[in-house]
């Protein structure tokens, strides 16, 4: 397996000092490994990708943008219309994650995305080479090198499963004090029958099926993939339906494509409850920290004309607010903040994604039995 220290020592040694991406888990042993001086972990991989080009424009050296290949289709717009050969003209080191690779057992929201990553590189003009724990570090990073300075275009290494060195997993680590699933908890115990839930992908989904799967709940849409759009789910379906609609989000993924609070407050739906549970971090793929402490999402809620906007804190504050929360006028967003970690051995939903579909969209009434 390959070494990450080792291999950031070599990408530094080829003049690849600056690092910009959104994490991913395929990589996270890489990202632990970056030096925090010269690493930024970007909003979405768009964002990621144009900060790179900053950073090129500045200094003449070529960056780093690190991501999963889910996130290709945020990269495409800036990568196509601004760093590409024929626009700027801005040579771009990209390390991807390889998840849904064919003939990988993976997730299914990752297949689709697996089998087109390399066409989807090949389309963008985007030369790559698969890197997997057998690689000779040295020859692929100088091989990237070389080609970057003699075509003077962006190189990507596709990142296959299992490349890096596992850390050793502490399971001494102590419980949070306040923790995400002991919040969502106490948010879904006082949600009726009645309401309907779309919650964002990664570790909030996966908690909830674990803490509702006993209670035969239909009326939940997991989102599997499509990190940064739950918000968005919630507010095509509370606009076309009649039940309160709550979107379970994260800080990360409301970050990612924060601009859907201005949507969703310009159609003022009365019947959307945004709750976000805010640890700071990209707990899914990792636990690198994202911007959700060092900003305020309920005072953003609040400059995007949401109605109202709540915070909490602590168990005690979470109890005091909920009441006044679900008796506002949508769109109204809570926002909870909470230590990081998750359940230990949190599964994944046992129904496949159409499953899951046709269960709630039956518990709406669309749909007959």
Avoid at 277 to 290: C, L, R
Avoid at 337 to 358: I, N, T
Wanted: charged share 20%.
């Amino acid at each position: 397996m390959v070494n990450a220290d080792e291999f950031v020592r070599i990408l530094k040694e080829q003049s690849f000092e600056f690092f910009c991406g959104v994490p991913d888990s395929l990589l996270k042993v890489l990202i632990s490994a970056l030096p925090n001086e010269s690493h930024i972990v970007a909003a979405n991989e768009g964002t990621a990708l144009s900060i790179a080009c900053g950073y090129y424009l500045a200094t003449h050296k070529t960056p780093v943008v690190y991501l999963q290949n889910s996130g290709l289709g945020n990269l495409a717009n800036p990568l196509a219309s601004l760093s590409h050969s024929s626009v700027f003209d801005i040579p771009v080191l990209y390390i991807i994650g390889w998840r849904g690779e064919p003939g990988i057992s993976d997730e299914p929201q990752h297949i689709v995305q697996g089998e087109v990553s390399e066409r989807f590189l090949g389309l963008l003009g985007v030369c790559h080479k698969v890197l997997d724990a057998a690689s000779n570090v040295d020859e692929e990073i100088l091989s990237a090198r070389k080609f970057i300075k003699k075509n003077h275009k962006s190189y990507a290494l596709l990142v296959r499963k299992n490349t890096f060195i596992i850390p050793h997993d502490d399971t001494s680590v102590s419980r949070p004090v306040f923790s995400r699933h002991e919040a969502m908890s106490l948010v879904t115990e006082s949600l009726s029958a009645d309401d309907y839930v779309v919650s964002t992908t990664g570790m909030i989904s996966r908690e909830l099926y674990e803490l509702c799967k006993n209670r035969a709940q239909k009326n939940y849409f997991y989102t599997l993939g499509s990190m940064g759009h739950a918000s968005q789910i919630a507010l095509g379906l509370a606009l076309n339906c009649k039940h309160r609609v709550f979107v379970f989000d994260g800080d990360g993924a409301f970050i990612m494509h924060m601009g859907g609070v201005a949507t969703i407050s310009q159609m003022q739906p009365k019947n959307y409850y945004h709750i976000v549970f805010n640890n700071g971090a990209h707990d899914s793929v990792g636990g690198q920290a994202t911007a959700g402490f060092a900003i305020s999402i309920r005072d953003i809620a609040l400059a995007a004309a949401y109605p109202n906007a709540f915070i909490a804190k602590s168990r005690k504050e979470l109890i005091e607010v909920l009441p006044a929360f679900f008796d506002s006028r949508g769109p109204s967003l809570l926002e909870i903040q909470v230590d990081r970690g998750a359940q230990p051995k949190v599964g994944r939903p046992h129904e496949s994604p159409r499953q899951l579909k046709h269960l709630f969209m039956k518990a709406l009434g669309v749909l007959g039995e």
